[in-house]
């Protein structure tokens, strides 16, 4: 399962719809700039590095391309009942989320000024810089005991401090200790008795290093060709991609955004649909449905079948507007991917083929549910196999 926008699809609520159907769920992505959301009547959680799946009692894998900050995780735990733990398995190839990748975080950021990119400030782009500098540990090195030396020179010479360090390590020692396994071997293990795994995906597509918007993008790969690389399956045992979307978008953060829309329009949709980051807290930024980002990201990730998530949103809203084109320089294309410039710059060319004003989702999917949704699968090229029509749980329609 991947996110096909700017992050904050849905993927929470889908990933703990869908769970009963597998025997485990793995992240294989970001870290704990994650905020997947799942309400179950009056109970609401935010998963930032555990698995959305915590909550229907599956086994729970956290990849090798996921970077672990094991504050986070110990406080995330203590949130959720007690047998999650023993569900949990942390890859020992993980990288740490250390004291300072965070602190950098924030020097980085204000050094960039004007050119930020709003990142969560969870760590997440310095921990993985340190994994390419081969400087930080992974979650196996430290338990066997780990020499930071040269870790603390490089941060002091960034003038960042390392007071803390020692407690730190020791803690996350104590608490990784329990959690430690190869989530490969696990996979290949429940593959080999015929059952399977769901991926869980974080951010989006277009935040994704090598093919989002760079540099407004996060540390690391958000697309379906990283599920293997980071799980250490091979390619093969990665199954059929499920893209979710919303049906309008959103983004946090820095960066283009060309179709978003600002001022009452946007204010309305904000709070209706409570675009506040669930990590961050921030306000999200508001737009229109992005038809040719979608085909980007569908192409990209080979998604042949969407969840379409806030149907109930809309409902609320007398306008829809659907991006089918940019206009740049004069000239309409569909071209989603080009330089920075390009991205800023374009004027997205709309149309309005329907409303979703009204509809009402008590019995089913009504007519006009229906109609996006054929408009969705024609001007996508996808079947649309799953419809969110609010937060809570049973909110879902399985077409
Ligand atoms: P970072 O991942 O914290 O480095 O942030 C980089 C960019 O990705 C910023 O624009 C963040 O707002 C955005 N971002 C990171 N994680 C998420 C997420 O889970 N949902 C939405 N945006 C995210
Ligand atoms: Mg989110």
Redesign the pocket.
Known sequence: MVGLQ???EGKGKVVDYLAGQYDAVARFN?GS???HTVVIGERRHTFHLIPSGALKGKDLLIGAGVVVDPVVLGEELSLLPDGVKRKLMVDGRCSLVSPMDKQLDAVLEEMKGSSA??????G??PAYAARALRLSPRVSDLMRGFDFAAMVRFYEKLSVNPQGLIAWSEESKRLLGSLLGSASDRITEINERGGNVLFEG???TL?DLLHGSYP????THTIASYIPASLGIPPSAAGEPLGVMKCYATR????PFPTEVTGPVADNIRSIGNEYGA?TGRPRRIGWLDLVALRYSIALNGVKKVAVSKLDVLSQVKEFKACVAYKYQGSESADFQGSLAHLEEVEPVYESPLSLHGSRYDNGLPEEGKKLVGYLEEELRVNVSLVSHGEERSKTIEL
């Not at 407004?216 to 540390?219: L, P």
């Open positions: 700017w992050g904050d970001g700039n994650a905020g990119i709003g990142t969560t400030k969870r997440i782009g974080s951010q989006g935040l407004f993008v996060t540390g946090v953060g820095s960066g990590t």
